[in-house]
């Protein structure tokens, strides 16, 4: 198969990421279908889609027509078999919990036709984990995007050892296609490249949040002066989903069993509390 051959994508999941990379792939010309399991994460995502584009055509960022022909490529739906049952490419956003994923490989592998790639945006997971859930491992690999992922350019593409060359070729293609840089990482790496350098700065942040050393605030402020970060780690991290770092960390210690590979004290206690960040308007920092 080649990119010329990839017309229809289903994306999965209508959180923080999916429903960015719904809209990337819908303006790029593809004729998209966004799923959820949740109708109300797909109404939000829809509400999104309809003040998103217009804002960009009045900024002028992008012709009225793209705009137009964004919103009529994207669709929404809440029911697997339409969303994946004619797609040529399908990228996974769903949460970060490896039996759900597994389980929605083997769905996937039923419902999408016998040629379609099955791409996992995992965070961590690297695609070995899930890919002998399907009878098409060649077809399986990791194409991960950066949050918001209608700004950051980087995907990051993980062949594993069951992905074949092809498969690669047009994932990479794919990035290309949605104006991002792709970079292949030739081996599996738990976390890839950018999350592993990621986790090392939020592993000191919070180590040294929960020591009482300095407020997210102040290791945010000097992240940014210093660093020259966009923002820094807490703020980041109400970005991206503490429900987000809390489960990475547990499904982590759940493989290792290693301690240190648990979720940190602040992000306990800010995931019972149901503090999740920007999503939840509260988290480390209040948006009400
Ligand atoms: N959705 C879509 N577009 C957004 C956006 C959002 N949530 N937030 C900002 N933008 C767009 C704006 O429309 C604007 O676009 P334009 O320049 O074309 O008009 C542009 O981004 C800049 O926006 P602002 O001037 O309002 O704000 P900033 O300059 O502060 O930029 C930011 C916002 C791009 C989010 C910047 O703060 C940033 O780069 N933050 C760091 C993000 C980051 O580190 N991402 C990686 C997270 S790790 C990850 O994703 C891993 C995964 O596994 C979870």
Redesign the pocket.
């Known amino acids: 198969m080649k990119i010329d051959n990839i017309k229809k994508i289903c994306v999965i999941g209508a959180g923080?990421?999916g429903h960015?990379i719904a809209l990337c792939t819908a303006l790029a010309g593809f004729q998209v279908r966004c799923t959820d399991i949740s109708q109300d994460m797909l109404n939000k995502a829809e509400d999104f889609t309809r003040t998103?584009l217009p804002?960009?055509v009045a900024?002028g960022?992008i012709p009225q027509a793209q705009a137009d022909q964004a919103l009529s490529n994207l669709s929404f739906t809440q029911n697997l078999e339409e969303a994946a049952g004619e797609a040529d490419f399908v990228i996974e956003a769903a949460v970060e919990i490896m039996d759900i994923k597994r389980k929605l490989f083997a769905d996937l592998d039923r419902i999408a036709p016998p040629h379609a790639i099955l791409a996992t945006?995992?965070?961590?997971i690297v695609s070995s984990k899930i890919a002998d859930a399907t009878k098409r491992p060649d077809k399986v690999c990791n194409m991960?995007?950066?949050?918001?992922?209608?700004?950051?350019k980087l995907v990051e593409v993980v062949k594993g050892p069951h992905t074949s060359i092809e498969t690669v070729q047009v994932t990479m293609d794919l990035c290309t296609k949605l104006g991002k840089n792709g970079v292949l990482l030739k081996k599996e790496i738990y976390g890839f490249l950018?999350?592993r350098i990621?986790s090392a700065l939020h592993h000191e942040a919070l180590f040294l949040a929960d020591m009482g050393i300095a407020s997210p605030e102040e290791i945010d402020m000097a992240v940014t002066n210093a660093l020259g970060?966009?923002?820094g780690p807490f703020r980041?991290m109400d970005?991206?989903?503490i429900d987000?770092s809390y489960y990475i960390g547990m499904e982590r210690y759940r493989e290792t069993g290693d301690p240190k590979d648990k979720p940190s004290p602040l992000v306990i206690e800010k995931f019972f509390k149901g503090e999740y960040g920007k999503k939840t308007k509260k988290g480390f920092y209040s948006y009400e």
């Open positions: 923080n990421m960015q998103y804002e960009r900024k960022k945006n995992s965070s961590f991960h995007f950066f949050n918001p992922a209608l700004v950051m950018v999350n990621l970060h966009p923002m980041l970005f991206t989903g987000l």
